[in-house]
């Protein structure tokens, strides 16, 4: 019976539930003893959360029996990064040591609503502590541990979303929540080889998660597919009156959306100029597989300093974040504090009149590139340069408040609020996935999910999955 | 017009900012981590110093008036 369910997308889950080769409470049963006892092997769980998953799954079985069905959700148990306040007493530690005892009395309005879809929750995954906010360049800054990657236990996960990555990569959750202020959900999606879709900037509510910046901050789903994130981001979206900055329309998932001609896509000058070469070659042979519905062209982004102006607003609207914890001293207790040359410390020496000059270019920045995307469906570039890391060194020469981090889809997807889909484009020599993202206009998400769908139709990276701890 | 020796005191008078407010937290090997970080910072600002916006533009924020019911 164990392992029976692990690694089917949610479309085929949700059939078994309809056709009652499955309860929703043996699902989710399932996935609860397989995020037991594989979780802490890859230190990718915080909380389990039984008996509020069992509660909904049971509440799912008797609507169902009853013939009210919620929708594909139903009965379809996932993990929530432990960023996402649940009430109850649930703990919501935000990855980090001087939190590890916190708790709410309300839930985020993710949890609420996938919880109103019927979806049981099944416990809380770990995170980078603070989700990187204090500046981080060493796998080990989690509360869980440095987050080990389900297709080599030696190498990371990518964070900070690093327990929704190694969860759903292990099958330990058919889906997971995660956050992206920057790279935080597509960089987990490339390392463990999942879907992973960054929605647009108030697509989905921020209630009840933590703020580490409150114009970058971003929800969304870690998945086996794209279709999956579809399916997740229909429930999770939507304007909500606690979150001022929640798009006014809700999202319509379009899993049979077509443009009713060929699709056009960019890729930016230079995208694979600091590629690894598996990566390079993964990403051209994506493309390749593509040829048949897309028109691929180069292009090139408006000049503007990217970089530096997320680099700012991220500063200073983390420094905002956290004042009281840097005045309290509360990064001595994180487990990797961010000195070496990237104090959080720092973060606070920055002028008034650079951020608001910043947030002035924002504007400027966003309508250009807006006018510069509206020639194309989709950017396409790979989401990483690398495959994952090894677990015991740094990720990175430079953090991203270094100017010339040289992130230029993440500093433009980000800083202007895009949406972003990231897909497994094959593996590299040691067996590690490689990743692409195919990033739209804002509010776009049904034309990268389904150019991402498509991809899929047309490749079967997506149905590889890492073994079993110790096989 | 400023020059490198301006942005070298622009740091350093930052850098005596953060030491005064937080100093008291921070270790001497911290502390000079903090200082290597405000230099790096400077690098950050340059471009966008630089960059020339006409007076009109206003920054992007999502600011509006609330009304309670």
Known sequence: MANSFAFKPIRELAGLIASREISAVGLTQEFLDRLEQHGPHYNALVTLTPERALATARQAETDIAAGRNRGLLHGIPWGAKDLLATSGGIPTTWGAAPFKDQQFTHDATVVTRLEAAGAPLAGKLAMIELAGGMGYIHPDASLAGPPKNPWDT????????????????????????????????????????????????????????????????????????????????????????????????????????????????????????????????????????????????????????????????????????????????????????????????????????DYIKAQRLRGVMARQVDETMAGYDAIAAPTAMNTATPIDQEFRSRSMTSAGAGD??????NGCGLPSISVPSGFDGDGLPTGIQFMARAYDENVCLAIAREYQARTEWHRRHPGEPGD | MTTNADNSLEQELLFAIIKERYGYLLTDEQLDSVRTAIVGQREVFRPIREYKLTNDVEPFSNFRPFRGD
């Open chain 1, 154 to 353: 030696g190498r990371w996960t990518g964070g900070s979303s690093s327990g929704s990555g190694a969860a759903v990569a292990a099958g330990l959750v058919p889906f997971a929540i995660g956050s992206e202020t920057w790279g935080s959900i597509l960089i987990p999606a490339n390392n463990c080889g999942l879907a992973g879709l960054r929605p647009t900037y108030g697509r989905v509510s921020r209630h009840g998660a933590m703020a580490l910046c409150w114009t970058l901050d971003k929800l969304g789903p870690l998945c086996l597919t794209a279709d999956d994130c579809g399916i997740v981001l229909e429930a999770i979206a939507g304007p909500d009156p606690q979150d001022g900055s929640t798009h006014p329309e809700p999202f319509i998932y379009r899993p049979d959306f077509n443009p009713g001609r060929r699709y056009r896509i960019g890729v930016p000058r230079g995208a694979l100029d600091e590629a690894a070469d598996a990566v390079k070659e993964n990403f051209e042979a994506a493309i390749e597989a593509l040829r048949d519905m897309v028109d691929v062209e180069e292009m090139e982004f408006p000049e503007f300093p990217y970089v530096e102006v997320t680099s700012v607003i991220l500063m200073v609207e983390s420094a905002s974040a956290f004042e009281d914890f840097l005045a309290e001293g509360g990064p001595r207790e994180l487990s990797a504090p961010g000195w070496h040359g990237r104090s959080p410390y720092a973060r606070p020496a920055v002028l008034a009149t």
């Open chain 1, 408 to 413: 230029l889809m993440g500093s433009i997807g």
